[in-house]
């Protein structure tokens, strides 16, 4: 059984940082990529990046590149999503998720519960 936990999400003042965790079972990193993903009221589910299985290859939106970073640890089959410089509009929903097939870049068919950031001004 798959599972995806995410974890670390919180409030944070503008300008701070958090790192968010995604413990994964049932999967394993060395041969599925994962993305991150957030959702904010009102709009629409927004890709942010993905880790290729290898752990090298690391691709980013525009809207947080620079500001985020992925990176995986595969002893642990965890992958982190570190965010920097947060705005208040990074205020979301964020979800890690895996693809159903291993070493894909998508469609994604795993999904974690989400955590909460919240960024104050």
């Known amino acids: 059984q798959v599972q995806l936990v995410e974890s670390g999400g919180g409030l944070v003042q503008a300008g701070g940082s958090l790192r968010l965790s995604c413990a994964v079972s049932?999967?394993?990193?060395?041969?599925?990529?994962m993305g991150w993903f957030r959702q904010s009221p009102g709009k629409d589910r927004e890709f942010l990046g993905r880790?290729?299985?290898?752990?090298?290859?690391?691709s980013y939106a525009d809207s947080v590149k620079g500001r985020f970073t992925i990176s995986g640890d595969y002893g642990k089959n965890t992958v982190y999503l570190q965010m920097d410089s947060l705005k208040p509009e990074d205020t979301a929903v964020y979800y890690c998720a895996a693809p159903g097939q291993a070493y894909t870049v998508g469609p994604y068919v795993y999904w974690g519960q989400g955590t909460q950031v919240t960024v104050s001004s």
């Open positions: 049932g999967l394993p990193l060395s041969s599925h990529g």
């Open positions: 880790i290729a299985w290898t752990g090298v290859s690391v």
